[in-house]
């Protein structure tokens, strides 16, 4: 395989971007090599700079749920893009789409923002006004995007770069640990340790922030148990914000909140509701959100929030999902496909993997015995990952470049790509 354009950019890129990239997980830290720049993308196919095809399982890390380029997305951006870009006063899509999520979703208020990082931290600022209380309570390995008070022991790209520190230290140099104190972190898929500690704090807790499926930390499937734990938290008076960022739309129309029957305070959303352009929001019942300004004393702004590109993408990958209800059957069962044959692929070289996978999110972890928490994940054999990667991706199949992360599967894919697919998997299997 031909990198040469790929490398000679990342060589110029890493003279003007800290580490040749604008997010870290891109920069292959976790598997070795070098990042591909991606010139263009089709349906389930990324094409690198220097021409090579791979079919995609990132997504752009969840957005893409109907594939790349798809036509209605796009011409959608291409209209509202004859009017104008920016205007920064409100428009007509801006209500459709809150509209169309709030019907979707039972939020009856949403607030727009621009990235997953923006919901969570504003949504987090809102359950502090709204309760008058400080402290906030996440899980070891859940990911909420790089706000000071959520890099404690997080997941995503810090699984790879930072040692986690014990308690409430905080996973990134840059955040005071006098900040980081009022983020308190609990064991994901362990009842007992949040009753615990709700019992202990809960009078001074503002809010509990969940992935509902993790992927951050490869994907984490949540116990009955521990989602009612979670709902117990609301008898403290914290409110309970579901950080539906990866899995909203996703894994069901109403995302993880319709498939698990979660019924979270606020919700926060990213991915998916921007069908690829910057979004992000945040939602829940009209007596909370009520406290954002300019209604109420929670200040939180943006001058491209609600921009109308980013909109009408949004409007047109939420129709389409609502028009085309069967894509959510789709991935389920190319999913599963995949998550059976690479199993029997393994199986059948003796290499050990763990597949954990709700609807089209799945990770192959390189270890024996049960994945649901954070401990569990970093057990795995992330050397042999990296190498089952390089030859992966080195047969045309782009997975995500660390074990620590889900893979996305689109409407775009259908049997040809999932049999490209097992059939470098085998091979990488065998090579191990
Ligand atoms: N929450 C979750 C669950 C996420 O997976 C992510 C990003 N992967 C974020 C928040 C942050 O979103 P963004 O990268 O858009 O800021």
Known sequence: MKIDRSTELFRAACTVIPGGVNSPVRAFQAVGGNPLFIARAEGAYLEDADGNRYVDYIGSWGPMILGHNHPAVREAVLEALASGTSFGAPTEREVELARLVSEITGAQKIRFVNSGTEATMSALRLARGFTGRKLIVKFRGNYHGHADGLLVQAGSGLMTTSAQLGGSAPSSAGVPPEYASLTLVAEYNDPAGLRELMRERGDEVAAVIFEPVVGNAGVLIPTP??????????????????????????????????????????????????????????????????????????????????????????????????????????????????????????????????????????????LEGAVNDYQDATRADTERFGRWFRSMLEQGVYWAPSQFESIFVSGAHGEQELEITLKAAQKAFSLL
């Open 225 to 366: 148990e521990f989602l009612a734990a979670l709902h117990a938290v609301r008898e403290h008076g914290a409110l309970l914000i579901a950080d539906e960022v990866m899995t909203g739309f996703r894994l069901a129309p109403a995302g993880a909140t319709e498939r698990l029957g979660l019924e979270p305070d606020l919700i926060c959303w990213g991915k998916v509701i921007g069908g690829g352009l910057p979004v992000g929001a945040y939602g829940g019942r009209a007596e909370i959100m009520n406290f954002v300004s300019p209604e109420g004393p929670v200040y939180q702004a943006g001058t491209l929030s609600g921009n109308p590109l980013a909109m009408a993408a949004g409007l047109a990958t939420l129709r389409q999902l609502r028009a085309h209800p069967e894509i959510y059957a789709s991935v389920d069962a190319y999913t599963e496909g995949l998550a059976r044959g690479l199993q029997a692929a393994a199986h059948a070289f003796g290499i050990p993997v763990t597949i954990n996978r709700i609807g089209s999110m799945l990770t192959v972890f390189f």
